[in-house]
């Protein structure tokens, strides 16, 4: 994605990503964690705000820290990262509320022609299918994969 983006850090298995949230509310860290599923090379993408005190993500958190654009596009820029590391991988993403994932499916619809340049993309619809994705249509989760693994149209 072409917008501003927050610099990330990844541990050395590229699984985990940190930032920094700056914005009206202050200075919140934020965490990207990749976890592999029971599907072969299928992981699932969890993110929110760190906690210190826990050492876990509260993806259920509303920041509300002025800068959620800027937010998205560094999650979607460890997506970048990731599939570098792991280029077989399929990623699910899910929002841990159905506002969430109507975001999620909002941030891809605006940059999908960028998206779609390396990435395809199926959504998970109301008859429990996963189609490609289509503007306009209503998802409940997204599964995002490099077209060089065999899905190019």
């Given amino acids: 994605m072409k917008h501003n983006k927050y610099i990330s850090r990844a541990n050395?298995?590229?699984?985990?990503?940190?930032f920094t949230s700056e914005g009206t509310k202050g200075s919140v860290r934020k965490q990207v964690i990749y976890s592999a599923t029971s599907a072969?090379?299928?992981?699932n993408l969890a993110f929110g705000?760190?906690?210190p005190l826990t050492k876990t993500i509260d993806d259920f958190s509303i920041t509300d820290n002025g800068?959620?654009?800027k937010v998205l596009a560094t999650v979607a820029s460890t997506v970048?990262?990731?599939?570098?590391?792991?280029p077989k991988a399929w990623i699910l993403v899910m929002g841990s509320t159905p506002s969430r994932t109507r975001l999620y499916r909002m941030g891809i619809t605006n940059n999908l022609a960028e998206i779609s340049e390396d990435f395809a993309i199926f959504g998970?619809?109301?008859e429990r299918q996963w189609v490609r994705f289509a503007i306009?249509?209503?998802y409940d989760a997204f599964l995002i994969t490099k077209k060089e693994n065999g899905h190019t149209s």
């Fill in 12 to 18: 050395d298995s590229f699984l985990l990503y940190q």
């Fill in 40 to 43: 072969e090379n299928i992981y």
């Fill in 49 to 51: 705000d760190y906690d």
């Fill in 67 to 69: 800068d959620s654009f």
């Fill in 80 to 86: 970048i990262t990731f599939t570098e590391r792991y």
């Fill in 124 to 126: 998970y619809n109301c």
């Fill in 136 to 138: 306009g249509e209503g």
